[in-house]
């Protein structure tokens, strides 16, 4: 019996499900087996998959019903102690299972184990650089803030867990991953491995690039979170709030101009800056974005792309960085 189970909700997904399959199948440890859960592809998904010969892999076929339900009948049909979900374009290092599975055996006490990030765009080139925090123990408080693990391809979760706090709400879109974390945290430990083992790929066309459906879902998130969150934390709401809208800033500047987006920009800065209780730090922060999003407004897509490739071509190097909960 394998110990570890990796799952991969996989929709339409023809063109980068090959390379993210050969990234398990490439991993240091194992003792693993893959479950392709092909969630009602019209493309060449099931072809590309089939074709791929390794016992270890698995795969089942459903009608389409989301990512959510995919994770949760993977889950259903794996066996392993341990659960690890892969979106289909995204890529792990070959050493990401091990080093997650040492973590866990070396803290019994945790549940989860967790990477670093990096982001990658459509055709595999590097993106940008993830977050960079280290969380042990107790990080309820810290996931009620903000989603530090990113993305649903991240963790290394043991299984008793998992049926302790059910498995992903199909009623949401995008948001599935930190909702099920924080349950996971308000009843578990997690264990940070200080490596950049997860390459997620940025792409405009994903609910997660939406900044309209994406607030929506993350209001569904935080509302719930904070209700069934003890009192002496609730006044980490503000802080919540105020990462998200960054947040969605941030993710939405980074795609393709539009006048639509620039005016979805300026929103998102003005409800940032509405619940920022550390506003006075961050002005720069705001007017770069807010200058950026005049330039979605007000000019063509090839001449906004070709100062911005001008002006970050001479200008230093920064990363994004989030509130943190007040000591």
């Not at 509302?223 to 006044?235: K, M």
């Not at 987006?261 to 209780?277: E, F, T």
Request: glycine fraction near 4%; aromatic fraction near 12%; hydrophobic fraction near 40%.
């Amino acid at each position: 019996m394998p110990l570890i189970s990796v799952i991969i909700p996989a929709y339409n997904s023809e063109k980068t499900i090959q390379e993210t399959i050969e990234s398990v199948i490439e991993q240091t440890f194992d003792d693993w087996e893959l479950i392709v859960v092909n969630d009602g592809s019209q493309d060449r998904t099931l072809e590309v998959v089939s074709r791929i010969k390794d016992p270890r892999i698995k795969l089942f076929s459903y009608s389409n019903a989301g990512a959510s339900a995919s994770r949760n009948r993977g889950f259903d049909n794996s066996v392993g102690q341990f659960i690890a979900f892969l979106d289909a374009d995204d890529l792990w290092t070959t050493d990401k299972l091990e080093s997650q599975l040492n973590a866990l055996q070396l803290h019994p006490e945790a549940a989860v184990a967790y990477s670093w990030t990096d982001y990658i765009d459509e055709s595999g080139n590097f993106f940008k650089q993830g977050g960079r925090v280290v969380f042990n123990g107790d990080v309820y408080s810290k996931l009620l803030v903000r989603n530090f693990l990113e993305n649903g391809s991240n963790p290394l979760i043991k299984r008793e867990a998992i049926n302790e706090v059910g498995g992903f709400d199909q009623s949401l879109q995008g948001t599935e991953d930190w909702e099920i974390y924080l349950r996971l945290g308000k009843k578990y430990h997690f264990v940070a491995v200080e490596k950049p083992q997860i390459l997620y790929r940025f792409s405009t066309n994903s609910i997660s690039s939406n900044p309209f459906t994406q607030e929506v879902e993350c209001l569904k998130v935080i509302e719930r979170a904070f209700e069934n969150a003890p009192a002496s934390i609730q006044y980490l709401k503000k802080h919540s709030l105020a990462n998200i809208y960054k947040y969605l800033a941030c993710k939405t500047i980074d795609s393709q101009p539009t006048q639509k987006k620039g005016l979805a920009v300026m929103k998102l800065i003005l409800l940032y800056a509405l619940n920022d209780p550390y506003l006075k730090y961050d002005l720069k922060f705001i007017f770069v974005i807010f200058v950026k999003s005049l330039g979605f407004i007000f000019l063509p897509p090839a001449l906004y792309q070709k100062l911005l490739g001008s002006v970050e071509s001479r200008a230093p190097k920064t990363n994004l960085k989030f509130n943190k909960r007040p000591n």
